[in-house]
């Protein structure tokens, strides 16, 4: 690459990036923008309906007793029902989903919102039907088990709006 090259590239790099100069960030350009975590592979067809991605970012251990993962819901995509012994904590990070503890109403899911879902309670998560959502998902004292995963959510229930 010439010098003009590379000095055109460190150019375009700086015009995608306004936020650039008041970051504190020093990681490289390109890194700051765009999904923060990988997708990762597609999760388990039994347990969701639609397409969803995961990507596992801590695993279990004796020392933290949790697991943390990356959820992607493309549109319309969600879990099944189902319930975690010692509950689970999401944090929405883009996109627009939802959220629903059974005989609750839905409650709409937008970047920035924290979810805890209490121990037992039977719920769903995931994308609306037109926007994708993306959560991490925190699953604490995993020795008390991760999930226990029930019917799916139907057509009619996703699309009730209360
Ligand atoms: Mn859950």
């Known amino acids: 690459m010439t ?8 150019l375009l790099s700086w015009v995608a990036l306004p936020g650039l ?9 390109g890194t700051l923008q765009g999904p923060i975590f990988p997708q990762g592979e597609r999760a388990p067809a039994q ?5 969803v991605w995961v990507k596992p970012l801590v695993d ?4 933290y007793r949790c697991v943390v993962g990356n959820v992607v819901f493309e549109p319309g995509a ?5 319930r975690h012994p010692a509950g689970q904590i999401l944090l929405v990070t883009d996109g627009v989903g939802f959220y629903q503890e059974k005989g609750q109403p839905k409650r709409l899911l937008r970047r920035g919102d924290v979810i805890q ?3 037992g309670i039977e719920h769903w998560h995931g994308a609306s039907s037109t926007q994708a959502m993306t959560h991490v998902a925190i699953v604490p004292n995993t020795e008390k088990g991760a999930a226990t995963w029930l019917q799916p959510v139907t057509d009619e229930q996703y699309q009730r709006t209360k």
Do not use: E, K, Y
């Not at 010098?3 to 460190?10: E, I, N, R």
């Not at 100069?21 to 350009?29: G, T, V, Y």
């Not at 347990?47 to 397409?51: E, K, N, R, V």
């Not at 279990?60 to 020392?63: A, G, N, R, V």
């Open 3 to 10: 010098l003009t090259a590379m000095g055109l590239c460190a």
């Open 21 to 29: 100069a008041q970051s504190h960030n020093p990681a490289a350009p």
């Open 47 to 51: 347990h969701f309906t639609g397409t």
């Open 60 to 63: 279990d251990d004796s020392t």
């Open 78 to 82: 969600r879990t099944h029902w189902h």
């Open 117 to 119: 879902a209490r121990p």
